[in-house]
T-cell receptor
Framework: GQNIDQPTEMTATEGAIVQINCTYQTSGFNGLFWYQQHAGEAPTFLSYNVLDGLEEKGRFSSFLSRSKGYSYLLLKELQMKDSASYLCAVPNDYKLSFGAGTTVTVRA | DADVTQTPRNRITKTGKRIMLECSQTKGHDRMYWYRQDPGLGLRLIYYSFDVKDINKGEISDGYSVSRQAQAKFSLSLESAIPNQTALYFC?????????????FGPGTRLTVL
Protein backbone atom coordinates (compact mmCIF):
# COMPACT_ATOMS: atom_id res chain seq x y z
CA GLY A 1 0.00 0.00 0.00
CA GLN A 2 0.90 3.64 -0.01
CA ASN A 3 1.68 5.87 2.96
CA ILE A 4 1.93 9.54 2.02
CA ASP A 5 2.59 12.33 4.51
CA GLN A 6 2.54 16.08 4.05
CA PRO A 7 1.98 18.98 6.46
CA THR A 8 -1.59 20.06 6.99
CA GLU A 9 -1.15 23.82 6.76
CA MET A 10 1.42 26.47 5.89
CA THR A 11 1.23 30.25 5.90
CA ALA A 12 3.51 32.63 4.04
CA THR A 13 3.69 36.25 2.94
CA GLU A 14 3.09 37.51 -0.57
CA GLY A 15 6.39 37.54 -2.49
CA ALA A 16 8.01 34.95 -0.26
CA ILE A 17 9.00 31.31 -0.90
CA VAL A 18 7.29 28.26 0.57
CA GLN A 19 8.44 24.65 0.45
CA ILE A 20 5.87 21.87 0.84
CA ASN A 21 7.36 18.52 1.78
CA CYS A 22 5.96 15.10 0.98
CA THR A 23 7.26 11.77 2.20
CA TYR A 24 6.01 8.48 0.87
CA GLN A 25 6.38 4.76 1.33
CA THR A 26 5.48 2.64 -1.63
CA SER A 27 6.08 -0.84 -3.01
CA GLY A 28 7.50 -0.15 -6.44
CA PHE A 29 8.04 3.51 -7.29
CA ASN A 30 6.59 4.96 -10.50
CA GLY A 31 6.89 8.69 -10.07
CA LEU A 32 5.21 11.35 -7.99
CA PHE A 33 2.59 13.95 -8.89
CA TRP A 34 1.78 17.35 -7.44
CA TYR A 35 -1.68 18.84 -7.89
CA GLN A 36 -3.08 22.24 -6.92
CA GLN A 37 -6.64 22.55 -5.66
CA HIS A 38 -8.40 25.82 -4.93
CA ALA A 39 -11.19 25.62 -2.37
CA GLY A 40 -14.27 23.90 -3.78
CA GLU A 41 -12.66 23.36 -7.17
CA ALA A 42 -11.12 20.42 -9.04
CA PRO A 43 -7.47 19.47 -8.54
CA THR A 44 -5.26 20.55 -11.43
CA PHE A 45 -1.94 19.02 -12.45
CA LEU A 46 1.26 20.84 -11.51
CA SER A 47 4.14 18.41 -11.97
CA TYR A 48 5.27 14.80 -12.34
CA ASN A 49 8.71 13.64 -11.22
CA VAL A 50 10.06 10.19 -11.99
CA LEU A 51 13.81 10.85 -11.79
CA ASP A 52 15.81 12.35 -8.93
CA GLY A 53 16.44 16.05 -8.98
CA LEU A 54 14.75 19.39 -9.39
CA GLU A 55 12.36 20.30 -12.18
CA GLU A 56 11.46 23.93 -12.60
CA LYS A 57 8.34 25.35 -14.20
CA GLY A 58 8.23 29.09 -13.81
CA ARG A 59 7.53 30.00 -10.19
CA PHE A 60 6.91 26.37 -9.24
CA SER A 61 9.59 23.70 -8.87
CA SER A 62 9.38 20.09 -7.75
CA PHE A 63 12.15 17.98 -6.31
CA LEU A 64 12.41 14.21 -5.90
CA SER A 65 14.75 11.92 -3.99
CA ARG A 66 13.77 8.30 -4.61
CA SER A 67 16.30 6.90 -2.13
CA LYS A 68 14.82 9.02 0.66
CA GLY A 69 11.18 8.64 -0.35
CA TYR A 70 10.92 12.40 -0.37
CA SER A 71 9.66 15.18 -2.59
CA TYR A 72 9.01 18.85 -2.20
CA LEU A 73 7.11 21.50 -4.10
CA LEU A 74 8.70 24.94 -4.06
CA LEU A 75 6.54 27.98 -4.68
CA LYS A 76 8.48 31.16 -5.35
CA GLU A 77 7.37 34.81 -5.53
CA LEU A 78 4.12 33.88 -3.83
CA GLN A 79 0.97 35.53 -5.07
CA MET A 80 -2.43 35.71 -3.39
CA LYS A 81 -3.83 33.37 -6.04
CA ASP A 82 -1.43 30.67 -4.83
CA SER A 83 -3.59 30.24 -1.73
CA ALA A 84 -4.81 26.67 -2.26
CA SER A 85 -4.30 23.08 -1.21
CA TYR A 86 -1.38 21.20 -2.71
CA LEU A 87 -1.75 17.45 -3.08
CA CYS A 88 1.08 14.96 -3.35
CA ALA A 89 0.12 11.73 -5.17
CA VAL A 90 1.86 8.47 -5.94
CA PRO A 91 0.84 5.99 -8.67
CA ASN A 92 -0.27 2.62 -7.40
CA ASP A 93 -1.11 -0.04 -9.99
CA TYR A 94 -2.21 2.63 -12.51
CA LYS A 95 -4.29 4.40 -9.88
CA LEU A 96 -3.25 7.39 -7.80
CA SER A 97 -2.96 7.47 -4.02
CA PHE A 98 -3.19 10.99 -2.64
CA GLY A 99 -1.82 12.60 0.48
CA ALA A 100 -4.29 14.57 2.60
CA GLY A 101 -3.04 17.84 1.10
CA THR A 102 -1.28 20.94 2.41
CA THR A 103 -3.34 24.12 2.65
CA VAL A 104 -1.19 27.15 1.86
CA THR A 105 -2.44 30.57 2.91
CA VAL A 106 -0.74 33.59 1.37
CA ARG A 107 -1.01 36.79 3.37
CA ALA A 108 -0.51 40.33 2.10
CA ASP B 1 -16.06 23.71 -23.07
CA ALA B 2 -15.11 21.54 -20.10
CA ASP B 3 -13.47 18.21 -20.96
CA VAL B 4 -14.83 16.42 -17.87
CA THR B 5 -18.31 17.34 -16.68
CA GLN B 6 -20.30 16.22 -13.68
CA THR B 7 -23.99 16.48 -12.92
CA PRO B 8 -25.45 17.59 -10.64
CA ARG B 9 -23.00 20.10 -9.17
CA ASN B 10 -24.86 20.24 -5.88
CA ARG B 11 -27.37 17.87 -4.36
CA ILE B 12 -29.16 17.71 -1.05
CA THR B 13 -30.98 14.49 -0.28
CA LYS B 14 -32.38 12.54 2.63
CA THR B 15 -31.19 9.38 4.32
CA GLY B 16 -32.30 6.25 2.49
CA LYS B 17 -32.72 7.87 -0.93
CA ARG B 18 -31.05 6.49 -4.05
CA ILE B 19 -28.76 9.00 -5.73
CA MET B 20 -26.90 8.90 -9.05
CA LEU B 21 -23.99 11.15 -9.91
CA GLU B 22 -23.02 11.33 -13.55
CA CYS B 23 -19.72 11.99 -15.26
CA SER B 24 -19.06 12.59 -18.95
CA GLN B 25 -15.81 13.28 -20.76
CA THR B 26 -14.82 14.42 -24.21
CA LYS B 27 -11.11 13.68 -23.83
CA GLY B 28 -11.35 10.24 -25.42
CA HIS B 29 -9.73 8.66 -22.36
CA ASP B 30 -10.24 5.01 -21.53
CA ARG B 31 -9.71 5.27 -17.78
CA MET B 32 -12.24 6.86 -15.46
CA TYR B 33 -12.31 7.21 -11.67
CA TRP B 34 -14.62 8.28 -8.86
CA TYR B 35 -13.19 9.88 -5.69
CA ARG B 36 -14.68 11.40 -2.61
CA GLN B 37 -13.01 14.19 -0.68
CA ASP B 38 -13.51 14.90 3.00
CA PRO B 39 -11.76 17.60 5.04
CA GLY B 40 -8.45 16.31 6.40
CA LEU B 41 -8.69 13.01 4.52
CA GLY B 42 -7.78 14.01 1.01
CA LEU B 43 -9.05 12.23 -2.08
CA ARG B 44 -10.06 8.61 -1.64
CA LEU B 45 -10.77 6.29 -4.54
CA ILE B 46 -14.25 4.74 -4.65
CA TYR B 47 -14.28 2.89 -8.01
CA TYR B 48 -12.31 2.94 -11.23
CA SER B 49 -12.71 1.61 -14.74
CA PHE B 50 -10.02 1.07 -17.37
CA ASP B 51 -12.46 0.42 -20.19
CA VAL B 52 -16.16 -0.16 -20.77
CA LYS B 53 -16.06 -3.79 -19.62
CA ASP B 54 -13.75 -3.20 -16.67
CA ILE B 55 -14.97 -2.12 -13.21
CA ASN B 56 -12.81 -2.22 -10.07
CA LYS B 57 -13.37 -1.36 -6.44
CA GLY B 58 -11.24 1.29 -4.82
CA GLU B 59 -10.42 1.71 -1.16
CA ILE B 60 -13.91 2.82 -0.03
CA SER B 61 -16.47 1.14 -2.31
CA ASP B 62 -18.96 -0.01 0.36
CA GLY B 63 -22.32 1.70 -0.09
CA TYR B 64 -21.54 2.70 -3.69
CA SER B 65 -21.96 1.17 -7.13
CA VAL B 66 -20.95 2.31 -10.60
CA SER B 67 -21.91 1.87 -14.23
CA ARG B 68 -19.69 2.47 -17.27
CA GLN B 69 -22.33 3.05 -19.92
CA ALA B 70 -19.87 4.05 -22.63
CA GLN B 71 -16.26 5.11 -22.95
CA ALA B 72 -17.33 8.67 -22.22
CA LYS B 73 -19.72 8.04 -19.32
CA PHE B 74 -19.18 6.74 -15.81
CA SER B 75 -21.95 6.99 -13.20
CA LEU B 76 -21.75 6.61 -9.43
CA SER B 77 -24.77 5.49 -7.43
CA LEU B 78 -25.52 5.58 -3.73
CA GLU B 79 -28.13 2.87 -3.28
CA SER B 80 -29.35 4.12 0.09
CA ALA B 81 -27.69 7.37 1.08
CA ILE B 82 -26.51 7.91 4.65
CA PRO B 83 -25.24 11.12 6.33
CA ASN B 84 -21.59 10.03 6.40
CA GLN B 85 -21.65 9.99 2.60
CA THR B 86 -21.87 13.76 2.70
CA ALA B 87 -18.76 14.83 0.80
CA LEU B 88 -17.36 16.39 -2.35
CA TYR B 89 -17.27 13.83 -5.17
CA PHE B 90 -14.90 14.05 -8.11
CA CYS B 91 -14.77 12.16 -11.36
CA UNK B 92 -11.40 11.92 -13.14
CA UNK B 93 -10.02 10.52 -16.37
CA UNK B 94 -6.64 9.49 -17.71
CA UNK B 95 -5.48 8.25 -21.07
CA UNK B 96 -3.57 5.18 -19.94
CA UNK B 97 -1.70 5.00 -23.22
CA UNK B 98 1.74 5.00 -21.65
CA UNK B 99 3.07 4.71 -18.16
CA UNK B 100 1.48 6.76 -15.45
CA UNK B 101 -0.59 9.55 -16.88
CA UNK B 102 -1.91 12.60 -15.13
CA UNK B 103 -5.54 12.52 -14.17
CA UNK B 104 -7.97 15.21 -15.27
CA PHE B 105 -10.70 16.05 -12.81
CA GLY B 106 -14.27 17.17 -13.24
CA PRO B 107 -15.59 20.19 -11.31
CA GLY B 108 -17.01 18.06 -8.50
CA THR B 109 -20.42 17.34 -7.02
CA ARG B 110 -21.17 18.53 -3.50
CA LEU B 111 -23.52 16.00 -1.93
CA THR B 112 -25.30 16.56 1.37
CA VAL B 113 -27.24 13.71 2.98
CA LEU B 114 -29.61 14.85 5.74
Amino acid sequence: GQNIDQPTEMTATEGAIVQINCTYQTSGFNGLFWYQQHAGEAPTFLSYNVLDGLEEKGRFSSFLSRSKGYSYLLLKELQMKDSASYLCAVPNDYKLSFGAGTTVTVRA
Amino acid sequence: DADVTQTPRNRITKTGKRIMLECSQTKGHDRMYWYRQDPGLGLRLIYYSFDVKDINKGEISDGYSVSRQAQAKFSLSLESAIPNQTALYFCATSSGTSGYNEQFFGPGTRLTVL
